[in-house]
């Protein structure tokens, strides 16, 4: 019991941290050109354990697309919605992951047959310690910090993400991000 408190407490720690310092002047913001692509496939290999332990089918299609962006910051917008849409689907349930890329902009959508969120709890699912699922008990994970992290990322580089879904029917997150070169200089999305 003290163990997962301890672990439960670290994890807030860390997301608190990682926040205020998104939200500092001192947050190195370091774009570079890369394979988005080969990103998100790397990072759904690395959760393998997790959507294989509870027999999920994932249907993943994934353009070819080079983005320019803060690979590093990024990689926590996509872990943190694959890693919700795994726990909030059911045993067999589906995920489905795209990427795709039109002229001005790459779109990501990580979408799944999970639970849902109500229209009432989606306004308020980027803010700081909000969490949609008020059942879920300290044992289950999360703090509330984890979408406010991938807000706070995707404007970091002039991006949106958009929500929808419906109880019982599943969720559908959309990232929008520019594929135009950032000013390395200047924060972004502040």
Same mark, same amino acid.
Not at 19 to 34: A, C, G, H, V
Not at 83 to 94: D, E, M
Not at 136 to 159: E, F, P, Q, Y
């Given at each position: 019991?003290?163990?997962?408190? %301890?672990?439960?407490?670290?994890?807030?720690?860390?997301?608190?941290?990682?926040?205020?310092?998104? =939200?500092?002047?001192?947050?190195?913001?370091?774009?570079?050109?890369?394979?988005?692509?080969? &990103?998100?496939? &790397?990072?759904?290999?690395? /959760?393998?354990?997790?959507?294989?332990?509870?027999?999920?089918?994932?249907?993943?299609?994934?353009?070819?697309?080079?983005?320019?962006?803060?690979?590093?910051?990024?990689?926590?917008?996509?872990?943190?919605?694959?890693?919700?849409?795994?726990?909030? %689907?059911?045993?067999?349930?589906?995920?489905?992951?795209?990427?795709?890329?039109?002229?001005?902009?790459?779109? /990501?959508?990580?979408?799944? %047959?999970?639970?849902?969120?109500?229209?009432?709890?989606?306004?308020?699912?980027?803010?700081?310690?909000?969490?949609?699922?008020?059942?879920? +008990?300290?044992?289950?994970?999360?703090?509330?910090?984890?979408?406010?992290? /991938?807000?706070?990322? /995707?404007?970091?580089?002039?991006?949106?993400?958009?929500?929808?879904?419906?109880?019982?029917?599943?969720?559908?997150? %959309?990232?929008?991000?520019?594929?135009? =070169?950032?000013?390395? +200089?200047?924060?972004?999305?502040?």
């Amino acid at each position: 019991m003290i163990e997962l408190e %301890t672990d439960r407490l670290s994890k807030l720690s860390d997301n608190l941290l990682k926040l205020t310092s998104l =939200e500092s002047e001192n947050q190195p913001f370091d774009p570079k050109r890369y394979r988005l692509d080969k &990103q998100l496939r &790397q990072i759904i290999l690395s /959760v393998e354990p997790q959507w294989s332990k509870k027999d999920l089918l994932l249907d993943i299609d994934l353009d070819e697309v080079l983005i320019f962006a803060d690979k590093e910051l990024l990689s926590h917008v996509w872990i943190n919605l694959i890693r919700n849409s795994i726990k909030f %689907t059911p045993v067999k349930g589906k995920i489905y992951i795209r990427l795709i890329q039109t002229p001005k902009e790459a779109i /990501v959508r990580i979408s799944d %047959t999970g639970i849902g969120i109500t229209h009432e709890d989606q306004v308020h699912l980027f803010e700081r310690f909000f969490k949609a699922d008020k059942s879920r +008990n300290r044992t289950a994970g999360g703090n509330g910090l984890g979408l406010s992290i /991938v807000k706070k990322i /995707v404007d970091m580089h002039v991006g949106t993400i958009d929500v929808d879904s419906q109880v019982g029917v599943g969720t559908n997150f %959309t990232i929008y991000l520019p594929k135009k =070169e950032l000013n390395p +200089n200047k924060k972004q999305g502040l």
